[in-house]
T-cell receptor, first 112, second 115 residues
Framework: GDSVTQMEGPVTLSEEAFLTINCTYTATGYPSLFWYVQYPGEGLQLLLKATKADDKGSNKGFEATYRKETTSFHLEKGSVQVSDSAVYFCALSTERDDKIIFGKGTRLHILP | DAMVIQNPRYQVTQFGKPVTLSCSQTLNHNVMYWYQQKSSQAPKLLFHYYDKDFNNEADTPDNFQSRRPNTSFCFLDIRSPGLGDAAMYLC??????????????FGPGTRLTVT
């Protein structure tokens, strides 16, 4: 079945460091891919998305490129801030139904 | 701003005492979802409505029920909460459709405590 695998956390970085959170997926057909962010005590917010191969999603300095050849959608940011501390979920949806499949989440801690 | 609203944000109930959580949306989306999220885990889908069509996940306990009286509102009823039902409950919406490209928009969640 369809699935999402993302790197386990927690990930701890210093402010202004470069961030990569790896995400790979398994799906039949042509899924849409998402990154959601969850700040403490809050719901999930859509951070960025990509709907077809080679699309790049970007928002708030974060980027991710839909790589069909490697079935990956890695999240990157050039210079992280303390306010980026949160849990990040990689996710996909397919043409078959209205559901989203989430990865297990990666907790990110940014140290000042 | 169009949004997904959940009330209350924090709910305390007693073991075995029925509780209802509510969700409303101003996005006019066709699909509404209820998720359960426990600490440090991904959200787990309980069920969803596509318009008035109810879709239950196979592993959702019978203790959990839902109602959607109209497009804007959806309720989660927990008939006899147990200690294991303490969690964050998230409501989400999406436009829906078989294209599968529609992202979901989440509310802020209701933190349920069972005493």
């Amino acid at each position: 079945g369809d699935s999402v695998t993302q790197m386990e956390g927690p990930v701890t970085l210093s402010e202004e460091a470069f961030l990569t959170i790896n995400c790979t997926y398994t799906a039949t057909g042509y899924p849409s891919l998402f990154w959601y962010v969850q700040y403490p005590g809050e719901g999930l917010q859509l951070l960025l998305k990509a709907t077809k191969a080679d699309d790049k999603g970007s928002n708030k300095g974060f980027e991710a490129t839909y790589r069909k050849e490697t079935t990956s959608f890695h999240l990157e940011k050039g210079s992280v801030q303390v306010s980026d501390s949160a849990v990040y979920f990689c996710a996909l949806s397919t043409e078959r139904d209205d559901k989203i499949i989430f990865g297990k989440g990666t907790r990110l801690h940014i140290l000042p | 701003d169009a949004m997904v609203i959940q009330n209350p944000r924090y709910q305390v109930t007693q073991f075995g005492k029925p509780v209802t959580l509510s969700c409303s949306q101003t996005l006019n989306h066709n699909v509404m979802y209820w998720y359960q999220q426990k600490s440090s885990q991904a959200p787990k889908l309980l069920f969803h409505y596509y318009d008035k069509d109810f879709n239950n996940e196979a592993d959702t306990p019978d203790n959990f029920q839902s109602r959607r009286p109209n497009t804007s509102f959806c309720f989660l009823d927990i008939r006899s909460p147990g200690l294991g039902d303490a969690a964050m409950y998230l409501c989400a919406t999406s436009r829906g459709g078989t294209s599968g490209t529609y992202e979901q928009y989440f509310g802020p969640g209701t933190r349920l405590t069972v005493t």
